[in-house]
C-alpha cells in the first residue's frame, strides 16, 4: 500500500520558517513534488526534485523555499522561509508512477500578517 505521510503545517506568523516533510512507504523512492492549494484556487506546483537532486521551483517561492530529499528515510522535506500570507495554503506530497499520481493526505500552512 502506497502511503505519503505529510508533516511540520502549522499556524506561523508573517516572516516566519516552517520545515514540512513527507515520509513515503510502498513504493519505490523517487522523484517527488511539493503541491500546494489555496481555497478557491487550483492546486499548484511549489517546488520538485529528482533523485540525483535537481530541483524546479514556482516562481513565487524561489529564493525562500528549499526542497530536500533523504533517500535512506524515504523523506522528502520543504524548508520554508520568509513566509508570507499568500503562502497559506494545505500543502501535499506528490509522486508519479507513470500516469498514476500519489498524494498524500495534506497538512494545512497558515501564515498570519
Known amino acids: 500500500q502506497v502511503q505519503l505521510m505529510e508533516s511540520g503545517g502549522g499556524l506561523i506568523q508573517t516572516g516566519g520558517s516552517l520545515r514540512l516533510s513527507c515520509a513515503v512507504s510502498g513504493i519505490i523512492f523517487n522523484a517527488m513534488g511539493w503541491y500546494r492549494q489555496a481555497p478557491g484556487k487550483q492546486r499548484e506546483l511549489v517546488a520538485a526534485i529528482t533523485l540525483g537532486g535537481s530541483t524546479n521551483y514556482a516562481d513565487s517561492v524561489k529564493g525562500r523555499f528549499t526542497i530536500s530529499i533523504d533517500n535512506a528515510k524515504r523523506t522528502v522535506y520543504l524548508q520554508m522561509n520568509s513566509l508570507k500570507p499568500e503562502d497559506t495554503a494545505v500543502y501535499y506530497c506528490?509522486?508519479?508512477?507513470?500516469?498514476?499520481?500519489?498524494w498524500g493526505q495534506g497538512t494545512q500552512v497558515t501564515v498570519s500578517s
Open positions: 506528490n509522486t508519479r508512477r507513470g500516469l498514476l499520481d500519489f
